[in-house]
């Protein structure tokens, strides 16, 4: 029998956009003593700050306990909740191809579960964008 739902063929476009530069010497994979990654992020396209790439954008970034690891995990996102601030009311910031600053960090780990407590975003002005928290479960290496 056919699965009712095949999975997607390729990924949707969207999926290739963030433009991820290191800020840190911390890096994903890299083995090291905190839960925390500090990137900059754009949008590939030409693309202002809008509401919906700043919410696009918390999510650009791998779970922040891979900076502990040295092999990668299963973390699928459960939940998501994303708080713009004022600095997007009026509609975009800054211009085309706009660099953000994102530090993610883990909260809590445990009992199979991670909380990425604190993805904050600011523009290169250092205004607050937005925050972020996400909840997952943590697998191990063979996904299970």
């Not at 699928?76 to 509609?91: F, Y």
Request: hydrophobic letters at 45%.
């Amino acid at each position: 029998m056919a699965p009712v739902l095949a999975p997607p063929v390729r990924l949707a476009p969207f999926a290739h956009s963030p433009e991820i530069g290191p800020a840190t010497p911390t890096s994903a994979q890299g083995g090291g003593d905190g839960a925390e990654l500090t990137a900059w992020v754009r949008w590939k396209q030409p693309s202002a700050l809008s509401v919906t790439v700043v919410v696009f954008l918390t999510d650009a970034l791998p779970p922040a306990l891979y900076a502990m690891w040295s092999r990668t995990r299963a973390m699928p996102a459960v939940a998501l909740s994303v708080h713009v601030t004022e600095a997007l009311d009026h509609g975009p910031v800054s211009g085309d191809g706009a660099w953000a600053l994102m530090r993610m960090s883990t909260a809590f780990a445990g009992n199979g579960w991670t909380v990425d407590d604190d993805c904050a975003i600011w523009d290169v002005d250092g205004r607050p964008l937005a925050q972020a928290r996400q909840t997952r479960p943590v697998r191990d290496a063979a996904g299970s």
